[in-house]
């Protein structure tokens, strides 16, 4: 069980274009998802923390019209990187976990998504 | 602020060698500690996960006690095998819901035969 698909796994596209990620609950209902970005031998860095049917909460340091998040269903959640450029160039991974009374939920993970901008 | 440092790597081992990967933590409260594992090409798999002060996180092998006196939760397997290769990240996390996990930078364990 908690299984999070994220889609696609590898793009390559040239700068200016914008690139969509998807990131999907399969078998359960998550409240709250989270977008992370990876550089190489570097830690995942949090970029935002998206709630169902409300706005995204960025971090410090991430451009929210760069990056637009979407978060319209419990099984759903998009990150759009607008006109992209190659420094947007990265490995992004999205987590997705359920929000329950107070205490934390677990995060489950997709398997990422290689994004190369020529 | 909230942070998780990890011993640099990457760490090359003979199989059947002892592991230690050290992880220490800042954080205001207590959170919770976790490590995961990511293997070659796949996704964040968690490994192993500890919510209290000198609780004991295991599986396959692997073992990590939360020491609050030294903010510590160090990684340990006492006989790796070439198959444990992969980039381990310790992370800690507040219990509040709806907050992320913060990770460290990331080891990479290389085993040989």
Known sequence: GAVVSQHPSWV???SGTSVKIECRSLDFQATTMFWYR???KQSLMLMATSNEGSKATYEQGVEKDKFLINHASL?????????????DSSFYICSASVTGGTSNQPQHFGDGTRLSIL | GNSVTQMEGPVTL???AFLTINCTYTA???P???WYVQYPGEGLQL??????????????????TYRKETTSFHLEKGSVQVSDSAVYFCALR????GTALIFGKGTTLSVSS
């Open chain 1, 12 to 14: 390559i596209c040239k």
């Open chain 1, 75 to 87: 099984t759903l959640s998009t990150l759009t990187v607008t006109s992209a450029h190659p420094e």
């Open chain 1, 38 to 40: 990876q550089f190489p």
């Open chain 2, 47 to 64: 490994l192993l996960k500890a919510t209290k002060a000198d609780d004991k996180g295991s599986n396959k092998g692997f073992e990590a």
């Open chain 2, 14 to 16: 003979s199989e059947e």
């Open chain 2, 28 to 30: 205001t409260g207590y």
């Open chain 2, 32 to 34: 919770s500690l976790f």
């Open chain 2, 94 to 97: 507040h219990n509040q819901a």
